[in-house]
């Protein structure tokens, strides 16, 4: 479970996704490779692969994104956070994952039954599956890799998040049907939504010679001739067939005897017009309302909590989104203070 990284272009933007668990020297040797291969005309950002789901990733912003190559590689990637991902990518941008799936379909079968939080529970074409139903392209499983029984008991015991008491039975079962499997994936070459003409749309558009306008003599012509007689018929005159009792304006058949009371109109005491059971229904609705006054509840302030645990050793170890981003290094549990020198002005006035 070596950490390795995707093959990346001088210039290009990448992004490196981590896991909660990984240590701090891992993370930082990952991003320094990447770095070396992007150059300083590119860019690396760096996120927790547990964070994408409550995050905002910026979209079309990355050439290549990487996740699963810092050990331990042992974290499933779910169907949202893989949406997240493909809306990151740019257009033909390039996905590389690394995970461990179950052998076959009898084992995944038996592990979604479990309660574990993050314990795989797909095979290899599932997670193929679940790449292209996201709307990736040119899937590809490169390597699969079985893993064996040692690191499946560690994986079970510190990051697949099963209880203590079914820690024995769940490393027990595991053993012998977990593989590591490395998969690339690509973006198309088109955003979600995108719109062009096809191809032999364009053409048959350009070579089509324009239709002639018709004149109005020649429409009517063509109205009036439904049967293809050769003789031409004369149309009718639309008013000849109204007699007097189509031109009478229709007058209104039942008396509004409900007459306006203070501006607003009231149900007469012989009502026929329907007023006085509107007015039953509204009186009905106005005894069964209710107030309900709605209290909001105080928001308690809390301290920042770290995903990744690294946010006191400084900025070169912190999320892009970290809370502590711009703040020097301070001592686990320490409460970070700014001096306060740091909050006048260098120049005064």
């Not at 990952?30 to 760096?46: D, I, K, N, W």
């Not at 529970?121 to 392209?137: E, I, Q």
């Not at 350009?206 to 002639?212: F, G, I, L, N, R």
Request: net charge negative.
């Amino acid at each position: 479970m070596a950490a390795t990284v995707p093959s990346v272009e001088p210039g290009n933007s990448v992004l490196l996704l981590g896991n909660p668990v990984a240590q701090a020297v891992d993370i930082q040797r990952a991003r320094e490779t990447l770095a070396a291969q992007v150059t300083a005309s590119g860019t690396v950002a760096f996120e927790q692969l547990d964070r994408v789901p409550h995050i905002q990733l910026a979209r079309s912003a990355y050439h290549a994104i990487e996740s699963g190559g810092i050990a331990p590689s042992a974290f499933p990637h779910t169907d949202a956070v893989l949406a997240r991902l493909h809306a990151a990518l740019r257009p033909s941008g390039t996905l590389r994952i690394r995970e461990p799936v179950l052998v076959d379909y009898a084992a995944a079968a038996t592990a979604t039954a479990t309660e574990a939080l993050r314990l795989p529970t797909r095979t290899a074409g599932n997670l193929v599956s679940a790449l292209k139903l996201a709307g990736y392209v040119d899937v590809s499983v490169e390597a699969s890799t079985p893993l064996d029984d040692e690191s499946v008991a560690r994986c079970v015991m510190t990051c697949w998040g099963v209880t203590s008491e079914e820690v024995p039975a769940v490393a027990e079962y595991l053993k012998g049907k977990v593989l590591l499997v490395d998969v690339t994936a690509r973006k198309p070459a088109y955003e979600v939504g995108a719109a062009a003409a096809l191809p032999f749309a364009r053409k048959k558009a350009a070579t089509a010679p324009a239709p002639a306008k018709p004149t109005k003599q020649a429409v009517w012509t063509v109205s009036a001739n439904d049967d293809d007689d050769e003789d031409e018929h004369e149309l009718e005159d639309e008013d000849a067939l109204l007699d007097e009792a189509d031109l009478m304006i229709p007058t209104k058949l039942v008396p509004d005897d409900c007459k306006p009371v203070g501006g607003k109109r009231k149900a007469c005491k012989d009502c026929s017009c329907g007023l006085a059971e509107l007015e039953e229904a509204e009186a009905a609705d106005e005894d069964d309302a209710k107030v309900v006054v709605v209290t909001p509840k105080k928001k308690v302030a809390t301290a920042p909590a770290s995903s990744c645990g690294s946010c006191y050793l400084g900025d070169a170890f912190r999320c892009g989104s970290c809370p502590y981003l711009g703040m020097p290094a301070f001592k686990p549990g320490e409460k970070v203070v700014l001096a306060g020198n740091l909050l006048k002005d260098d120049v005064e006035f």
